[in-house]
């Protein structure tokens, strides 16, 4: 995160608190078609305030958002992943009685998005006076106000308290004018893409915020409907005569102009940021993350060049993708872009660039430990079974034993996790939704397959959607570097559709590299195989490894992954049913590389009570001790060698 100089006032804990409008974006995943024949949707936080609070917070300002939600999964889905992103949610009420906002939104062509607003009674327009804290806005910095929340007495009273006490306290008052017609009751339901319609009676609300503001923000129809003229110069003038305020006139592709003191007689006579030609892909929410960015700038002291710039590059990133608050950039991301460009007009499509949006804006946080219980053999377990003649049904109650024995160690801690097979463990992952782990797995590679092939279908994208979100993709590859050059084509080929297709649908991938199978394992082995993966552009979030035989290996590989990807989550170690004391003294030769931050085992802690239980020999109780027993004498042994016990 950025280090942001925030000595003009230290008393303040929040640097904007924006109002007004949250809802679910649904977006169409069909592109260049009409609403009424799209098929499926993507789902993400939006309403212009919402945006912002999540744009400035991926900028690194503490941001605040200030809404009603629905007392239902939508109004909960919003209030968790603007926590996610790091925006403080205090101001989030729930509103028992109506439900959140929804808004359905397909892209047709090129600046053609028909939208839906579902909006009838929403939580978030019964907004009033009452949800406005005096001491949270005395709190921030700035509050940022919406034009759609005048258009009702109920919140526009809300917005006019917040900026009253903005101003009393000393802070900033922020207006995104934010025109959407239909939401003053100005076009019909379908008419949700329409920017302007002239109106008297919304000039002459918004007109009344003018004298009250520090910053106004908005485009050339949404300035004309603020000052009630008939064209953008007049508009201009005519808010200057009511307002000292810094004048921010969005232009689309023509990037903005700000404007300080008198208008003159020429639109251009302000300062430009620097712009950046790209692709137009999605002009949706380009507008809030085009705020974001020049918010970063101008509550953070620098030059109205500097705050245009930066807004003028949140909003091309932006417009080059799909939805509206996932697709804006990180403070890494943004700096990343400023210094180096793209060879690509359309960003989506900048691997370098995509690599920092996905590492820096995870759906989940940094896990600095983890100590996962592997339960995803098929083919091991499946032997046991026939071996003794029981049903393969129970290998899936089997599993389902693995889950509580790791949950009784874990007992809802951080740091935990479970490996678990789509094949035998469908009950098993219900299960482990419930209990608190920090980390699920789920392998993806048909078992013992070399050259590497998919479980179920080799288009494993289709697969993939399937899975819950914060379910990560393992696949295991039998790869060495000597191995003959068409096998590793062929494995370094699937490998990479299996990495395009985790950024594609969203899900973290752990690769797991089992060399010492297929050849001698030297000090430069594994890392060899690990650079030959970054060279196809394969960046998992995880690398799984088997233990290493001495430190200088460790070494390699912790200076491939520094070298190829900084954003990388790390190491965890395999077993391959080594006994415990062998695991034990793996674990503490692993404190030379800080990449590896636990382990996932699996045959050590529940090869015997699998046997037995299956046999007979031992009852359910039992067989979860023997394996809690295991798997706590393990995570005991990893917390030593990290002194974290």
């Not at 025109?179 to 949700?192: I, K, Q, S, V």
């Not at 599993?399 to 951080?414: I, N």
């Not at 089992?514 to 394969?538: F, H, R």
Request: hydrophobic letters at 40%; proline letters at 4%.
């Amino acid at each position: 995160m950025p280090n942001i100089d925030r000595r003009e006032s230290p008393a303040k804990s929040l640097d904007v608190i924006t109002i007004g409008r949250s809802s679910v974006d649904l977006y169409g995943q069909q592109l260049g078609t009409r609403l009424e024949d799209t098929a499926s949707f993507a789902k993400s936080v939006g309403g212009c305030p919402a945006n912002i609070a999540i744009g400035t917070a991926r900028l690194g300002l503490r941001s605040a958002l200030i809404t009603r939600v629905g007392d239902e999964q939508m109004g909960r889905f919003i209030r968790e992943q603007s926590a996610r992103e790091g925006v403080d949610v205090e101001g989030i009420k729930t509103d028992k009685d109506r439900l959140t906002a929804l808004v359905l939104l397909a892209i047709e062509a090129e600046g053609v998005s028909p939208m839906i607003f579902v909006r009838t009674d929403c939580a978030d327009m019964a907004l009033d006076e009452g949800d406005v804290d005096e001491a949270f806005v005395r709190s921030s910095r700035a509050v940022l106000v919406s034009g759609t929340h005048f258009s009702r007495p109920n919140t526009e009273a809300a917005q006019r308290k917040a900026i009253r006490i903005a101003k009393e306290s000393g802070g900033k008052v922020i207006f995104d004018i934010d025109y959407r017609p239909n939401l003053w009751g100005l076009a019909g339901h379908a008419e949700g893409f329409e920017r302007y319609v002239k109106s008297d009676r919304v000039s002459a609300t918004l007109k009344s915020v003018l004298p009250d503001c520090d910053l106004i923000v908005g485009t050339e129809e949404e300035i004309m409907i603020a000052s009630g003229a008939d064209d953008v110069l007049s508009s201009l003038k005519a808010i200057r005569a009511v307002s000292p305020a810094t004048i921010v006139l969005k232009r689309g592709a023509m990037g903005c102009i700000v404007y300080d003191g008198p208008i003159s007689d020429d639109l251009e006579d302000g300062v430009v940021g620097d712009g950046f030609p790209i692709e137009v892909y999605n002009v949706l929410g380009a507008g809030d993350a085009f705020m974001s960015g020049f918010l970063r700038g101008w509550l953070t002291g620098e030059d109205h060049k500097t705050c245009a710039t930066w807004a003028n590059a949140c909003g091309a990133f932006a417009v080059s993708r799909l939805l509206c608050s996932p697709e804006y950039p990180s403070w890494e991301e943004l700096t990343f872009f400023l210094k180096n460009g793209s060879k690509h007009r359309a960003l989506r499509k900048d691997e370098a660039i995509n690599h920092i949006h996905w590492a820096t804006n995870r759906k989940q946080a940094d896990i600095p430990l983890l100590m996962a219980l592997a339960c995803d053999h098929r083919m091991q377990l499946v032997d046991v079974a026939d071996e003794l003649k029981v049903p393969h049904d129970r290998i899936s109650a089997f599993k389902r034993l693995t889950v509580e024995a790791a949950a009784r160690v874990s007992q809802g801690r951080p740091g935990y996790g479970m490996l678990i097979d789509e094949r035998f463990g469908r009950d098993a992952f219900f299960d482990a939704a419930t209990k608190g782990f920090s980390w699920i797995g789920r392998p993806v590679e048909l078992p013992g397959s070399k050259p590497l092939r998919f479980e179920f279908s080799q288009d494993i994208g289709s697969q993939l959607v399937e899975w819950p979100l914060d379910h990560c993709i393992k696949c295991l590859c039998f790869y060495h570097p000597d191995d003959p050059d068409t096998l590793k084509t062929e494995q370094q080929e699937k490998l990479r559709t299996l990495f395009e297709a985790a950024r594609r649908v969203g899900r973290e991938l752990l690769v797991e590299i089992i060399a010492g199978k297929n050849g001698p394992l030297t000090d430069d082995t594994v890392s060899t195989a690990l650079q030959e993966l970054y060279d196809l552009g394969i960046k998992p979030d995880w690398w799984k490894l088997e233990p290493q035989a001495s430190s200088a290996a460790w070494q390699n590989i912790e200076a491939v992954i520094a070298r190829n990807d900084e954003y990388c989550r790390g190491i965890v170690l395999l077993g391959l049913e080594a006994p415990t004391e062998d695991l034990v003294k793996a674990f503490e030769a692993t404190t030379v590389a800080p990449s590896v931050k636990g382990f996932a085992v699996g045959r050590t802690i529940f090869v015997d009570a699998a046997r037995a239980w299956m046999a007979g020999k031992i009852d359910d109780e039992a067989a979860i001790t023997d394996m809690a027993s295991r798997f706590r004498e393990l995570t005991d042994a990893w917390l030593r060698t990290r002194s974290l016990q």
